[in-house]
Nanobody
Framework: QVRLVESGGGLVQPGGSLRLSCAAS????????MAWYRQAPGKQRDFVAR???????DYADSVKGRFTISRDNAKNTVYLQMNSLKSDDTAVYFC???????????????WGQGTQVTVSS
């Protein structure tokens, strides 16, 4: 199995910045796309940003111009740089990866446990 672990969440003031990380580990695998989602209390889980194997990116309109997604393939890690944070950005942030397990040739989507981001004065 492949495990995804998020880190970097915490409490920041409005206008501040945070950088989230998500590292994949476990069996031999290849990562296709990676993405970030977020879920506020009582709300649905929403798409935030995605990065393809080739490095192309997509962003939700609500974060465009403020957030940047990137990846380090050598470290099997995806990052989310969050700037100009607003109270509406408060949520649990989840990373996900589309994976190929090498020995079984099995494709599936793996999810992390999430990391809390709170934007408050």
């Amino acid at each position: 199995q492949v495990r995804l672990v998020e880190s970097g969440g915490g409490l920041v003031q409005p206008g501040g910045s945070l950088r989230l990380s998500c590292a994949a580990s476990g069996s031999s695998f290849v990562i296709n796309s990676m993405a970030w989602y977020r879920q506020a209390p009582g709300k649905q889980r929403d798409f935030v940003a995605r990065i393809s194997s080739g490095g192309s990116t997509d962003y939700a309109d609500s974060v465009k111009g403020r957030f940047t997604i990137s990846r380090d393939n050598a470290k099997n890690t995806v990052y989310l740089q969050m700037n100009s944070l607003k109270s509406d950005d408060t949520a649990v942030y989840f990373c996900t990866a589309n994976l190929l397990i090498f020995e079984s040739r099995n494709l599936y989507n793996s999810w992390g446990q999430g990391t809390q981001v709170t934007v408050s004065s």
